[in-house]
T-cell receptor, first 113, second 113 residues
Framework: AQKITQTQPGMFVQEKEAVTLDCTYDTSDQSYGLFWYKQPSSGEMIFLIY??????QNATEGRYSLNFQKARKSANLVISASQLGDSAMYFCAMRGYGNKLVFGAGTILRVKS | DVKVTQSSRYLVKRTGEKVFLECVQDMDHENMFWYRQDPGLGLRLIYF???????EKGDIPEGYSVSREKKERFSLILESASTNQTSMYLC????????????FGPGTRLTVL
């Protein structure tokens, strides 16, 4: 069975600083995909970034980058130059059988001015 | 632009009522999903559908059923609502491709009294 663990229930970061949100995963599959989603207080889930298990380079999307360490089974999200609008819940997820997503419990990020 | 809509943002129902949650996508996607979100548990898959009239149980299908009569519409049905079904319900549609990313609707916050 696949499992995602996010050990940080909540994080604070100063505006304009970088922050790392942790995600570890467990799977016996050789081919898998890892996703990060952002959920603002309004409730919608916003796709941020994707990393495939065979991708040799870490994924980047603007201020978001994914620190993928396959041997350690970790897929941490790095947000550079934090903004007040980054305050939200962040979920790490893994794609499994039938394209189902398995989610972690989430991390609440608060950006301080 | 990806567009997934859900029939209601907020819904209040009474115990024992039959509840219909509707999800519509206008992109001719085959794969659609229903998740529920609870604090500390992340998102958990209730049901998914990979084509019209085709459905599969997710991780927590008890107390729910689904209907997919047309490709664009995937309905979640609570046959007899109970208070433990008070939750946030999120529908997703999958864009096929290299990443097979799921895009979510705005969510329905259901309260069962």
């Amino acid at each position: 069975a696949q499992k995602i663990t996010q050990t940080q229930p909540g994080m604070f970061v100063q505006e304009k600083e970088a922050v790392t949100l942790d995600c570890t995963y467990d799977t016996s599959d050789q081919s898998y995909g890892l996703f990060w989603y952002k959920q603002p207080s309004s409730g919608e889930m916003i796709f941020l970034i994707y990393q495939g298990s065979y991708d040799e380079q870490n994924a980047t999307e603007g201020r978001y980058s994914l620190n993928f360490q396959k041997a350690r089974k970790s897929a941490n999200l790095v947000i550079s130059a934090s903004q007040l609008g980054d305050s939200a819940m962040y979920f790490c997820a893994m794609r499994g059988y039938g394209n189902k997503l398995v989610f972690g419990a989430g991390t609440i990020l608060r950006v301080k001015s | 632009d990806v567009k997934v809509t859900q029939s209601s943002r907020y819904l209040v129902k009474r115990t024992g009522e039959k509840v219909f949650l509707e999800c519509v996508q206008d992109m001719d996607h085959e794969n659609m999903f229903w998740y529920r979100q609870d604090p500390g548990l992340g998102l958990r898959l209730i049901y998914f559908s990979y084509d019209v009239k085709m459905k599969e149980k997710g991780d927590i299908p008890e107390g729910y059923s689904v209907s997919r009569e047309k490709k664009e519409r995937f309905s979640l049905i609570l046959e007899s609502a109970s208070t433990n079904q008070t939750s946030m319900y999120l529908c997703a549609s999958l864009i096929p491709g290299v990443t097979d990313t799921q895009y979510f609707g705005p969510g329905t916050r259901l309260t069962v009294l």
